[in-house]
């Protein structure tokens, strides 16, 4: 029989879409196999819910929830995780920085749909 794949810590956290540090102490501190990150994602526990749901959130989940690139996120200076609640505060309220980072992702990805229907065009 196969080894399972085990994963680090690190890595099924992000797979997870959570922040390792704000992990309980026993998934901080061991390996998980692929078997048991999909039980994790199929029935998540209580703890990994109330993470998903009021974090703190690690970049990647902050710069979605914001609409903005994580680029954006270290140009304005927000280097540390946020919770729902902080990231609730400024979508309610949005910094001049959060409206401008709104608007240089739709730029960029209105550029990268353009080129992509080009590169299709020159193939047919």
């Known amino acids: 029989m196969a080894k399972p794949q085990m994963l680090k810590p690190l890595t099924a956290a992000r797979k ?4 390792l540090s704000a992990t309980p ?3 901080q501190q061991s390996e998980i196999s692929r078997d048991e990150l999909n039980a994790l994602q199929a029935d998540p526990p209580e703890w990994l ?5 009021n974090g703190p959130h690690p970049r990647q989940e902050v710069a979605r929830r914001l609409g903005v690139s994580t680029s954006g ?3 304005a200076g927000v280097t540390e995780p946020l919770t729902t609640d ?4 400024l979508l309610d309220e949005p910094p001049t920085w959060l409206n401008e980072e709104r608007v240089t992702l739709n730029r ?3 550029e990268e749909a353009r080129l ?3 590169r299709a065009a020159e193939q047919d």
């Open 49 to 53: 819910r109330e993470l998903r749901r």
């Open 73 to 75: 996120l270290a140009r």
């Open 86 to 89: 902080e990231i609730k505060a």
């Open 116 to 118: 992509a229907e080009r």
């Open 108 to 110: 960029v990805r209105a």
């Open 25 to 27: 102490q026993e998934f």
């Open 16 to 19: 997870l879409g959570v922040l």
